[in-house]
């Protein structure tokens, strides 16, 4: 295992900071461990000649490699289902009485390999039923990983993935495809969401503002002032009324933040 200097430490840590938001200034181990072999293999003999050409070339396949190599991207279908009973129980039954355009906007920031933004999918076409045709559905996913963006867009999942589902929603929303033990979702799910790539760092500028945001298990990597910073956008990226789901293992400042606290992981914009 190859080993990396103070100098050079500092300057991975800063620059996927500046970058990306993601905070390594204590992950020394797991930049050594994760990313030696990878190193190595590109012809690499130390973290030096390695960071160097990271920061003078900025290929987006070496950036994304390394990504990937330094965040976990773990994830199944109803993970935190108490944030998917919450939707179905009481958010979509008070947007469902206040969006008289009857356009839904859901974000899935940070969506990994898709099984957060297809859940939600799966929730909006239980909620509505036969009366689904009649409102715009659909949820926006991001990610900033290319390879997570192409598994979710390609959508084929193993039975670990599924494990938390009844029988009847795998029956009702998923094909097993030629590999045994793997399935696809149908394609109303998996047409009703939009993948797009986009940095969690950058300002928020899409064309509508969200009724609900999605941004769970992702600002574990951020540090307070870039998670409060990220916060700020999303709040003012949300309608009034809207609300912002955490990771239940994360948890916003009640002082500071801008929403209102209503639970363990749960906001909103009052």
């Not at 689904?132 to 993935?161: C, F, G, H, K, P």
């Not at 955490?246 to 749960?266: D, F, V, W």
């Amino acid at each position: 295992m190859l080993t990396i200097n103070d100098s050079d430490f500092q300057r991975l840590v800063k620059f996927v900071h500046e970058n990306y938001g993601i905070d390594l200034s204590k992950k020394r181990q797991l930049i050594t461990g994760r990313l030696s072999n990878t190193i190595l293999s590109m012809g690499f003999n130390s973290f030096q000649d390695y960071v160097d050409h990271l920061i003078k070339n900025k290929k987006p396949e070496d950036l994304e490699l390394m990504l990937n190599k330094l965040t976990t991207n773990y994830t199944f279908f109803m993970r935190e289902e108490s944030h998917f009973k919450l939707l179905s129980e009481t958010i979509l039954p008070y947007l469902v009485e206040t969006k008289k355009d009857r356009v839904l906007s859901i974000w899935s920031a940070g969506c990994s390999s898709g099984e957060e933004p297809y859940t939600i999918s799966m929730i909006l076409k239980e909620f509505f039923g036969t009366k689904a045709s009649m409102w715009d559905t659909r949820v926006l996913a991001t990610d900033i990983s290319q390879n997570a963006l192409y598994a979710a867009s390609n959508a084929v999942y193993d039975e670990d993935s599924l494990k938390e589902l009844s029988p009847a929603w795998k029956k009702k929303y998923f094909v097993p495809v030629d590999e045994p033990g793997t399935y696809t979702v149908t394609p109303d799910i998996k047409k009703n969401v939009i993948f797009r790539t986009f940095n969690l760092m950058d300002p928020i500028k899409f064309r509508l503002k969200f009724d609900v945001i999605f941004c769970r298990n992702v600002m574990i990597y951020f540090d307070q002032a870039t998670k409060e910073a990220l916060v700020n956008r999303f709040f003012n990226a949300t309608n009034p009324g809207g609300y912002l789901l955490i990771g239940h293992s994360e948890g916003l400042n009640k002082s500071t933040t801008p929403y209102k606290y209503l639970m363990p992981a749960t906001y909103r914009k009052i």
